[in-house]
């Protein structure tokens, strides 16, 4: 009876949360008031502690669980070696997927910093993990510059993604992904604000989570190990 209740209360809870998490990441990043954002997570935050009250045990995910709400792994895209790559290429690998451009100036480079802390962190384990940086810039954001970009980060599993604007707007519409190119400055530079969500698909290219880049290493680091296992 209270495995049924768990599993009934998961799925409310489910029902409640997951519009709401959707709309807050598909927010663009640098677009959303304080106050909205303070809202926003008070809401999550008060659904979640009654659901976990009443399920009476602990949610085998640290980070937020979307199987069955987002499509599979689907794209064809350039890899910053150059390359065509889609999803075929990464059958059996865990793969997290994130929007930004080189150029940004604070969420892009630091979540990168996390997500190769979470690797580094993750070991052996990591052997099947792939980080794909996914160009919401494709004007500037060329394979040779996005190869650059990422290296500095993590060679080993990190990488870039460019493309034409209607393949790159395709995938972003696809994830429900936010981003938008500012008015540019008078020397011709330009910001581009996007949301900042980071999808989770299992070895199969099925969505399975979505984390955020203001979530902790060892939330990442516990759940990507425990998919590594499924694999």
């Not at 979470?118 to 794909?132: I, S, Y």
Request: aromatic share 8%.
């Amino acid at each position: 009876m209270r495995h049924y209740a768990g599993r009934r209360m998961k799925a409310l809870r489910n029902r409640l949360y997951f519009p709401i998490l959707i709309f807050a990441t598909a927010m663009p990043h640098q677009s959303m008031p304080p106050f909205f954002d303070r809202c926003v997570r008070l809401v999550v935050g008060a659904t979640l502690s009654v659901s976990l009250a009443a399920c009476h045990h602990e949610e085998p995910w640290k980070l937020t669980d979307v199987q069955g709400h987002l499509p599979d792994l689907d794209f064809a895209l350039t890899s910053d070696a150059g390359k065509q790559i889609s999803q075929a290429n990464l059958a059996g690998d865990v793969t997290l997927v994130y929007f930004g451009y080189t150029h940004c100036p604070d969420v892009c480079p630091e979540t990168l910093a996390k997500l190769a802390q979470v690797t580094h962190q993750l070991g052996g384990a990591a052997q099947h993990v792939k980080v794909l940086f996914v160009s919401v810039d494709p004007a500037r954001d060329t394979p040779a510059v996005m190869h650059a970009y990422v290296d500095a980060f993590d060679a080993k599993h990190d990488v870039g993604l460019t493309g034409s604007d209607s393949a790159i707007k395709a995938l972003a519409q696809r994830y429900r992904v936010a981003y938008q190119a500012d008015k540019p400055r008078a020397n011709g530079g330009y910001e581009v604000t996007h949301s900042s969500a980071i999808y989770i698909f299992d070895a199969k290219g099925h969505a399975r989570l979505i984390g955020a880049d203001d979530d902790p290493v060892d939330a990442f680091v516990h759940d990507l190990r425990q998919l590594a296992d499924e694999t």
